[in-house]
């Protein structure tokens, strides 16, 4: 897997947040290319582990080339983070000092053409991190309702045409099955009057971050493996999650603040019978945004959002 591509975004700021130490275990839920892990290995050397997740087949194969001088100190399992407490007890782990998730498509998933996550080349609409199994995107495009799919396009989206682009899908549909990329993009430009489309956004870019997220379950992996993730740091332990918008965002802020929540009883009551303590802190106030130079040499980093949290408990 010599030609697997992808650039770790503001790997400094993660091993500044994350702080590895030797004989530390660490995961990192969305290996990619193995920067983040990489470095992580190196800074906790000679005895840090480093537990890594991807549900890419292609990842794992690169991660496991790149991380190979480690040896067993990397442990690379194809799987989707999701399920990150069911894979420490099956090690016999139960507890880590610290966690990175690099979120959203890799680079090397949209440069492939054949994976289907681009708008810029024609492939199968695919779509799928995993493609041992699962719908596809030309299966959610072809099968579900007409509101199904506005919805889904509105809610993962954020896109203000959805119920038009829903419709033009459904129309297109009936004449023949959508099975490429470029099909989609068609059906997408027909369907936003072109004097709406934005200057500096491709006007397919919403309906497929749409589609992606659907097909990968995304938002919810996200939801419950950081609730595990939280759960699992040992006090003074670190997470770090970089998101490349705002529904991510928005899951990792809100996941953060009410780790970091103490009482939530009524104001009207004299004491607190909930009993609820704060279990983190955030470390990061507002988040982290690439540095300029960053973004010149990866533009993909202009969006990302670094946010820290810690555990206290």
């Not at 033009?168 to 993009?185: D, H, M, Y």
């Not at 983190?280 to 040499?297: D, H, Q, W």
Request: some cysteine.
């Amino acid at each position: 897997m010599e030609d697997f591509h992808h650039i770790s975004v503001m790997p400094d700021e993660v091993l500044a947040a994350l702080k590895p130490q030797s004989g530390g275990i660490y995961v990192d839920g969305t290996l990619g290319g193995a920067g983040h892990a990489g470095l992580i290995l190196t800074a906790s050397s000679p005895e840090g582990v480093l537990i890594g997740f991807d549900r890419d087949a292609e990842a794992i194969a690169a991660a496991g080339q790149r991380l190979s001088p480690f040896g067993s100190r990397a442990r690379l399992f194809q799987r989707n983070f999701a399920r990150i407490a069911e894979t420490l007890a099956e090690i016999g782990v139960d507890a880590i000092d610290g966690f990175v998730l690099d979120l959203g498509v890799s680079s090397h998933q949209l440069d492939r053409e054949e994976r289907g996550f681009s708008f810029m080349q024609d492939a199968p609409l695919d779509m799928r991190m995993d493609r041992s199994g699962g719908a596809t995107a030309a299966d959610l495009v072809n099968t579900l309702s007409e509101a199904e799919l506005a919805k889904i396009i509105t809610d993962y989206g954020e896109e203000r045409w959805s119920k038009r682009i829903a419709s033009f899908i459904v129309k297109a549909r009936e004449e023949q099955p959508i099975e490429t990329t470029l099909q989609l993009v068609d059906i997408v430009k027909g369907a936003i009057p072109k004097a709406k489309w934005e200057e500096r956004l491709h006007p397919a870019t919403r309906t497929f971050q749409a589609l992606r997220i659907a097909v990968n379950e995304e938002l919810k992996s996200l939801e419950n493996g950081l609730a595990d993730l939280l759960r699992l740091l040992k006090k003074g332990g670190r997470g770090a999650v970089i998101s490349f918008h705002s529904l991510e965002d928005r899951i990792v802020k809100e996941s953060f603040r009410s780790a970091a929540t103490g009482c939530t009883c009524p104001k009207e009551l004299p004491i607190c019978v909930c009993g609820k303590k704060p279990q983190c802190k955030v470390v990061t106030g507002k988040p982290l945004m690439a540095t300029k130079e960053e973004v010149a040499a990866n533009p993909r980093s202009r969006s990302a959002k670094l946010r820290v949290v810690e555990k206290i408990v």
